[in-house]
Structure formats: structure tokens, C-alpha cells
């Protein structure tokens, strides 16, 4: 599967993690928070940079400091802390279901990656990852592309009944 | 494409908000008519959420193999544990 390259990965945590640690230290943090903060802050650029919701031409450096930064006053006030942030630019927000819970409780999602790993690699290529249906044929080996965007549905079809039948479950219960 | 996919499509072209807004209120007044489809929609909003958890979890886990590779390196180690003494 297409995963974000290592060594971008470990340029980027060579060169800018130590400021977002410098950072997070001055605010009172710790490693740990840092490491946290820090990966919110990679996730985050990525998704926007595949969604191409990055401002244009914003270096990775500043991006990456500013989010965490972002992300590392959100932390600090849900401890109590009393900081203020100023107003967030657009392209700085955070998703609004980034920091949410699981939507599905933790023995349905062990059952649905037990019985649905292709099915949810799949989906996650298509709705995560954004990949085209060309590169999903290529990862995947599906023979045409007529076939990927079948075995999405019926992936989609799975998992959901998945669900269904668990809310249903519970409910009687 | 059989009913049940076609079904699938349809909530999804709701969901992504891909539908013209004609066919988007039919849909909406389907889904006030047929508990059904209804449901259909909860937990297919539902699997795209999941997704997007898990897309989330999975890249935290590689983050967290590369930061464990990086600390292996004695220079790096020191320019992060100095920032925390």
C-alpha cells in the first residue's frame, strides 16, 4: 500500500521536530506531548495537502510549526490552562472531528479489522488516502477499473451492514 | 449494478454532497419516508468516520516507527533530550 515515504518522514522530524519540542517545552509540556502534538500536526498537513486545502506556496517548516503550535494551546486548555488564542487562520483549522472519539466502540472495531481487513484497506485508499482509481486497480491488482469502483461499493455495503447489525444488537440487548 | 449497490452509491453521492440539489432534496424526502434508508445513511456516514479514524491511527503508528528509528541516531537523541532537561 502507498504510505507516506520514510524519508520524508524522518527529514521533516529532523528538521522541524526539534523546534516544535523548543515549543512545546516553553508551554509547559513535556516529550511525550511534544511527540503527540507533533504527529497531529504531520497528520493534519497531509490530509490538507491532499485535499489541496494548503495555502499556496506555504513552506512545510512554517505549516508545520504554526499547527502545532495550534495544537499544542488546544491541549493546554483542555488541562485547564488559561491561554488565549488568537483567531486561527483558515487553513490552520483543525479538522473538526480530529481530536473525536472512535465512532465505534473498541470490541466492534477489533471484530470489523478481524473480518474486514482488504475491505477497510480499501476504503481507506479511496476515502483517506485519496488515490486515484488507477493507482487503487494497481495496488489492489484489479484487472479494470470498472471492478475497483464495484468492490468499493461492496465493501461499503459490508462494513456498514457490519454496523447495522451491532447498533441492532445493542439496541435489543 | 444490482439494487443494494445502487443503494450504496446513492448515500455516497449524498454523503460527499455530489448530488444536484433536485435530486438531493428527493433523496432527503426518501429518506423522511423510509426509516430504512435512513439507517442506511447513519451507518454509512458511520464506516466513512471509521475510515478516516483508522487512516489517522495507521499513520500515528508509522510516525511513531520513524521517530523510534530517529532516536536510535546518538546526535538526534541528544538535540531532543536536551530540549526536555
Known sequence: ?173 | MRKQLADTREIEQYLEQQMPAASRLLFQVRMLLDPMIKEKVAAQRKVLQLVRWLGREEKKKQLDQVFGQLMQDETFHHTITTIFK
Not at chain 1, 511534544?34 to 506555504?58: G, N
Not at chain 1, 499547527?67 to 491541549?75: E, F, G, H
Open chain 1, 1 to 173: 500500500m502507498r504510505h507516506q515515504d520514510d524519508q520524508w518522514l524522518k527529514e521533516i522530524y529532523r528538521d522541524i521536530f526539534p523546534r516544535v519540542a523548543a515549543m512545546v517545552r516553553r508551554m509547559g509540556g513535556d516529550l511525550d506531548m511534544a511527540k503527540d502534538i507533533f504527529q497531529d500536526a504531520v497528520i493534519i498537513y497531509l490530509e490538507k495537502q491532499r485535499q489541496h486545502t494548503l495555502p499556496e506556496q506555504a513552506p512545510a517548516m512554517a505549516y508545520l510549526v504554526g499547527i502545532a503550535r495550534i495544537c499544542c494551546v488546544r491541549k493546554l486548555k483542555r488541562e485547564g490552562e488559561h491561554i488565549s488564542l488568537e483567531q486561527v487562520p483558515e487553513e490552520m483549522v483543525i479538522p473538526a472531528d480530529y481530536y473525536a472519539p472512535a465512532p465505534v466502540q473498541r470490541p466492534l472495531l477489533d471484530y470489523i479489522k478481524a473480518t474486514g481487513k482488504r475491505c477497510l484497506e480499501l476504503l481507506r485508499a479511496f476515502y483517506y488516502d485519496d488515490l486515484s482509481i488507477s493507482e487503487i486497480a494497481s495496488d489492489f491488482q484489479f484487472k479494470n477499473p470498472h471492478t475497483v469502483s464495484v468492490q468499493k461499493y461492496k465493501c461499503l455495503e459490508k462494513v456498514r451492514t457490519q454496523l447495522q447489525q451491532m447498533d441492532y444488537a445493542e439496541t435489543v440487548s
